[in-house]
């Protein structure tokens, strides 16, 4: 029987194939690779297994004439961009060995090339090593081009994640007007539900039967027979493609061991996502330190506090930054799993008690004490192994995990995140009171720019954690995500939506000042308006992506319309409880490890063949039971959009209230910050995203 910790260990055995071929090689790779391989054991393995140096997957970089092998890594189909890059590489270098590993499956080659019918051998590739031996200028050198699904970084015991599909997010109603925008009018479908594979731009169908084939690998390593279940409209297009992949027909007859996997689309539930209600310290971690350059998930960790360097404007860029993934040290890796599975107040602790048993271990001159962790305090205990290199290579990774958790605690922005929290509570509760329009109007008052003369006159406005534009921005999708659970108004529809429409107006406004008045643009700002600095940026730009951005707001909260079970994520105060934010992922677990086993409607089996339509047919008149979540002892989550890490401990506790027996592996393509939401929402490139053409 296959175990979770089987499907975790299963990336770096995928990194083996590409490290049995980099010996005295030099290696080419692009950002979502690095990513997978920075989780899986870091540039180590492939240095510890011959290659020469990594270089990044770019037309700059090239090797000398004593290098003459090269192994390129790429997360995208072999056309395109991606083909102009490797022929630039190897026009400048003096290659006789060239080893091409794409992390895109020949089916999918075949598939962007047009080709239906199923053949034999891998064409594409071999076509492909034909053009690199021309590239290298001598048709009797080595080429070889190859498959290698090393797309998973195992963030943690119970989550793997994707970087190469980050930025795949589930399709929006603005989405559902673009894909019928293109289709005669007899055609256009009605909602989301009814969108089918076919009907999606074709880089949006690659991506999704890349990731599929992807799937597909890992049951195969792990002979590993899948029962596929979706909830929400772009779950059902992947398990669907996953359930009709050729491969995993047969696959599907022979392999010995079970499980189930549930895909859950994000915008089920975006108030999970963009809430500070978490109390998680990774969350913080990862919302107020930068990322690392090229990184979707991990973060920089100044390190200047482990030299005797002075810190000047200059001296961040004089020590390369400490990082999360610790991959090298067990006590860092239990340290990374409870700050990533605990409440914050536990995951601070143990990070000062590790920081302790490992200064304690080297006899350093510790001074003990208790009460609350304060930055300065841990950063005292980080600042004793600087005198000591062998202390501080042999604890290098909690070093790190103990001087993250203290720059986020210290960070000047951290106090947003309970002025939000703070905020959310309120809107909370008055949502049970109010209609829509006079909640949304609540948020009225703190569309003021920021550090402005009117702003003092709102205490939650004032220094620190006065809220700007993305906070701003994040409560109103906070908001409209759960517009459905408000009070019905005493007014008409009508009217009630024309009160909505003048408000709707006012904020737009509002939020188009705030925006203009800043003198330097976050990263989601610069997103949204498409300007690199506030210089750019014009009234009519801001005002313009103020209107894009509400038009997608308007959609999100008929998210659940289709669903006939599970449409609430609220529970309003009854007078003796306050009202309360329910997650929609508990929900899904409590009626998977119920002990009566229900069927819930919203929770759709996807069949894999001619067998499970039968049953589904038989069983509309005769008793025939149909596959259930809970049937097998390991279940897979897959969040399509991304997880919080509080989702992660939530998933924890139910699994331990309700089942403890069962093993539940978490799969999503990111691991979210709430600032990354309005990101993925209101991203123009949503339906073009691709793996390269």
């Known amino acids: ?65 004593n290098e003459p092998k090269a192994v390129f890594v790429v997360s995208t189909l072999l056309k395109g961009i991606t083909v102009d890059i490797i022929k630039d590489i190897i026009s400048l270098s003096h290659f006789q060995y060239c080893v091409v590993f794409t992390t895109v499956a020949h089916s999918v080659h075949l598939h962007a090339n047009n080709v239906t019918a199923e053949l034999e051998g891998s064409p594409v590739f071999q076509q492909f090593e034909e053009k690199l031996c021309e590239w290298m200028g001598n048709m009797n050198y080595t080429a070889e081009v190859m498959h290698a699904p090393v797309v998973f970084a195992p963030v943690s015991q119970h989550l793997l994640l994707t970087p190469t599909f980050a930025h795949l997010f589930p399709l929006l109603s603005s989405d559902l007007e673009a894909i019928n925008a293109k289709r005669p009018e007899k055609k256009r ?4 539900v009814d969108v089918d594979m076919h009907s999606l731009p074709v880089e949006l169908q690659l991506e999704i039967k890349s990731l599929a084939a992807a799937l ?30 050729p491969q995993a027909k047969n696959r599907r007859k022979t392999a010995p061991n079970k499980a189930s996997i549930i895909f859950v689309d994000r915008t089920m539930d975006l108030t999970g996502a963009v809430g500070h209600h978490g109390d998680n310290l990774v969350e913080k971690i990862l919302t107020v330190l930068n990322p690392l350059p090229g990184h979707v998930t991990d973060v920089q960790v100044d390190m200047l506090e482990l030299t005797s360097l002075q810190r000047t404007p200059h001296s961040q860029n004089t020590v390369a930054p400490g990082c999360l993934a610790q991959t090298q040290s067990s006590a860092a890796q239990s340290l990374w799993e409870a700050m990533l599975t605990n409440k914050h107040k536990e995951g601070v602790m143990e990070v000062r008690r590790q ?59 951290l106090p947003r ?87 709707e107006r006012e904020l737009i406004g509002a939020l188009t000042l705030v925006i203009i008045r800043e003198s330097q643009l976050s990263p989601l700002l610069q997103k949204l308006t498409g300007c690199a600095n506030a210089e750019e940026l014009t009234t009519e ?50 009626e998977v490890f119920h002990p009566d086993r229900p069927e819930c409607p919203d929770i759709e089996h996807m069949s894999g063949g001619l067998t499970d339509l039968l049953k589904t047919g038989f069983s509309m008149f ?72």
Not at 368 to 383: F, H, I, K, W
Not at 433 to 451: C, E, I, N, T, W
Not at 639 to 667: D, F
């Open 216 to 245: 597909n690998s890992v049951f195969e390593a792990t002979g590993t027979r899948e029962e596929s279940f979706a909830v929400g409209p772009m779950s059902r297009i992947i398990a669907a493609e996953l359930a009709n992949h």
């Open 417 to 503: 995140w309970d002025a939000c929290l703070a905020f959310e509570r309120l809107l909370l509760q008055a949502l049970g009171d109010s209609d829509f329009p006079a909640v949304l109007r609540q948020l009225l008052p703190l569309m003021k720019p920021r550090g402005g003369e009117d702003s003092s006159s709102l205490g939650s406005r004032s220094g620190e954690d006065e809220c700007g534009p993305d906070e701003l921005i994040l409560l109103l999708v906070y908001l409209y995500s759960l517009a459905d659970e408000a009070q019905a108004a005493d007014q008409e529809a009508e009217e009630e939506e024309e009160e909505l429409e003048k408000l």
């Open 541 to 590: 730009r801001a005002h313009s992506a103020m209107e894009g951005m509400f038009e997608t707001l308007r959609g999100l909260s008929h998210t659940r319309d289709h669903l006939k079970q599970l449409r609430s994520i609220y529970t309003a105060s009854d007078g003796v409880h306050q009202a309360t934010y329910r997650p929609f992922l508990r929900q899904i677990l409590e």
């Open 355 to 413: 920081l302790v048993e490992a200064a304690s271990k080297e006899k350093l001159p510790i001074k003990m004490s208790m009460g609350r962790v304060t930055p300065e305090q841990l950063c005292s205990y980080v600042q004793l192994f600087r005198s000591s290199w062998g202390a501080l290579e042999s604890h290098c990774g909690v070093l790190q995990l103990g001087l993250a958790t203290a720059q986020a605690l210290r960070h000047p922005h």
């Open 1 to 65: 029987m296959s175990s979770a910790e089987d499907f975790t260990r299963l990336p770096q055995q995928m990194w083996e194939k590409v490290a049995s071929k980099v010996k005295k090689a030099v290696v080419f790779m692009d950002d979502r690779c690095a990513e997978a391989l920075h989780w899986s054991g870091g540039a180590a393995v492939l240095l510890e297994a011959g290659a020469r140096n990594l270089k990044q997957f770019s037309s700059f970089e090239a090797c000398g004439v």
């Open 622 to 693: 005769m008793k025939v039971s149909r596959p259930h979540p809970s049937d097998n002892p390991l279940l897979f989550l897959f969040l399509v959009g991304g997880v919080t890490p509080s989702e992660l401990r939530l998933i924890k506790e139910v699994v331990t209230t309700h089942k403890p027996g069962t093993q539940v592996l978490v799969l999503s393509t990111r691991l979210l910050r709430p600032t990354d939401i309005p990101e993925l929402l209101f991203s123009s490139q949503k339906l073009t995203l691709g793996i390269g053409i």
């Open 189 to 192: 479908f009605g909602s989301l």
